[in-house]
């Protein structure tokens, strides 16, 4: 219900159908936007938004830079105020950075498409393109309010990337979300109950931009940027005084 129709784009084979074929973008979302106060399932962070839908990724979660490049770019050129994320690579690409830089630039007549990216799963440093310094880098929280790692209260033995590109962390461990109905999707019916990683993470951070750009469509993407980080609590035993990523945040975290 809240997909936009005919908005749709496959690159992996040029169409319109571009229809989910993993479940991963279905979980992810369903965590930003899923139909709320109807008695079903989940509701999303920002029930009351609407969903692009683009595909850049095939049935096994691979995809080339070119059709990933492609995607980021028909976000912003379609009037998508936000574009969320839940990938990553350990090696880096232009034409990636350049779409970016396209769509902070121009995209919301000037104000710029806000970007937010999986800072990945591998207790190391934040993965590309979530290390791009013109986008939201997004790390996982554990139900117990630490950084997700190999030795958080979850016993779940992975650990969100971290460093000095990180912007904040969101939950992401345990989010129920939405699945593919029926059997192609990760469970035999419409929901997940065990959605994990810097990819849950992530679209729970973009659904509060939503909520933030819905209270203030004006903002330029980097304000919101900052706003979503004063505004984090400094949870955890951790020394928040080390160097930070952003001059308006003065360098501080």
């Not at 770019?73 to 105020?81: E, K, R």
Request: aromatic letters at 10%.
């Amino acid at each position: 219900g809240n997909l936009i129709p005919n908005s749709q784009y496959n690159f992996i084979n040029e169409s319109t159908n571009a229809f989910d074929d993993n479940g991963h973008g279905t979980a992810c979302a369903g965590i930003i936007a899923a139909i709320g106060n109807n008695l079903t399932g989940v509701s999303g962070v920002a029930p009351n938004c609407k969903i692009i839908n683009i595909k850049s990724f095939n049935s096994s979660a691979s995809g080339e830079w070119v059709d990933i490049a492609q995607g980021l770019i028909y976000a912003w050129q379609t009037g998508s105020w936000i574009c969320s994320n839940s990938w990553g690579s350990f090696n880096s690409s232009s034409i990636i950075d350049n779409a970016i830089l396209d769509g902070t630039t121009l995209g919301r007549n000037g104000k710029g498409t806000i970007y937010l990216f999986a800072a990945g799963n591998y207790q190391s440093n934040v993965i590309f393109p979530a290390s791009n310094p013109n986008g939201i880098a997004v790390g996982a929280l554990s139900p117990c309010n630490q950084r997700k790692s190999t030795v958080s209260c979850d016993n779940e033995n992975w650990g969100s990337c971290y460093g000095t590109g990180l912007s904040i962390v969101a939950p992401g461990v345990k989010i129920f979300a939405t699945d593919i109905s029926g059997n192609g999707g990760y469970t035999s019916g419409n929901y997940i109950s065990n959605f994990n990683g810097t990819s849950s993470a992530t679209p729970n951070a973009a659904g509060t931009v939503a909520l933030m750009l819905s209270v203030d469509s004006t903002l330029r993407w980097d304000k919101v940027r900052e706003y979503l980080s004063r505004s984090a609590d400094k949870v955890g035993n951790y020394n928040y005084n080390s160097t930070g990523p952003y001059s308006s945040l003065g360098y501080t975290w």
